[in-house]
């Protein structure tokens, strides 16, 4: 199976998406209660009924399945695999309890050619999807194949990924944009993002600034509707892989802070360092 093409295993994927899409906004539409992980996240029956439908969906792939909402997998047997998912069912529970519509479901597919040697990471993102089920918006991208922009999404159906690309919008946008553009979080603000900003003021003048939530804001830097998007506060490696691969198709690159490379994956430790997007 791991012959399968990554726009082959991109389709699996966005299909998954929207079926996990459908079920998120089922609970959405209604009552629902909040619980709090460990380290006080929030989790509703919409993470786990999201996780559930992506699993059934993939499951045809044969390719293991890393998700925020799955059981936890030691590290001496994810550095095995070579090509895997990398999934966060519902990226922007925050969002998802507030009701504004800023959450999204996000899978990637990961390749990891070596067996890393020192629990650092190796693994990079081949394909990704980005689906914000409120708004029926779907970002995808695969190497190779450029990154794009679908609205409607759910009233496709399964189609090769070529086919798919030619009812899409191929990002980045075109944009008459004068104004150096700063975006950050909708829930996440901390004083070095601050700092940031301030350095950004003196060195480009006039700058503005976007919010959004959940991983939406790789979405809105692939279209190329903000410069630079930096995240100096926690982040887990499913809230950034898809939208790492849907950013470099679109000529953007997503940056480590603490190596200055692109972002690996499969660490031993799951979650991220600080990094930039620009």
Request: proline share 5%; charged share 25%; with cysteine.
């Amino acid at each position: 199976m791991n012959a399968r093409s990554a726009s082959e295993l991109l389709e699996s994927a966005i299909q998954a998406s929207i079926a996990a899409g459908r079920v998120i906004m089922e609970v959405y539409g209604g009552h629902f209660e909040v619980e709090h992980k460990s380290d006080l996240s929030p989790l509703t029956e919409a993470d786990k009924r999201a996780h559930k439908a992506i699993l059934e969906h993939l499951s045809g792939t044969h390719l293991p399945l890393l998700s925020e909402e799955g059981q936890e997998i030691p590290y001496t047997a994810r550095s095995m695999w070579q090509r895997y998912w990398l999934v966060d069912p519902l990226d922007g529970t925050k969002e998802f309890v507030k009701r504004n519509g800023e959450f999204t479901v996000n899978i990637a597919l990961m390749e990891q050619p070596d067996r890393p040697v020192d629990g650092s990471g190796i693994a990079i993102p081949l394909g990704g999807v980005i689906y914000a089920p409120a708004q029926d918006l779907l970002y995808y991208a695969w190497t190779g194949g450029g990154a794009y922009r679908l609205e409607h999404a759910a009233t496709y159906p399964a189609m090769p990924a070529y086919e798919r690309a030619a009812m899409s919008t191929r990002l980045p946008l075109s944009s008459n944009r004068s104004t150096y553009t700063i975006l950050a979080s909708r829930s996440h603000r901390d004083e070095r993002t601050e700092a940031f900003i301030r350095d950004q003021q003196v060195r480009e003048g006039e700058v503005e600034l976007a919010f959004k939530g959940s991983a939406l804001k790789f979405g809105l830097m692939a279209e190329g509707t903000a410069d630079v998007y930096p995240r100096f506060a926690p982040t887990m490696e499913w809230d950034t892989a898809a939208g790492q691969i849907i950013c470099n198709e679109a000529g953007r690159e997503v940056t480590d802070v603490s190596t200055g490379k692109p972002m690996r994956y499969n660490k031993q430790d799951l979650m991220n360092n600080w990094f930039i997007v620009q």
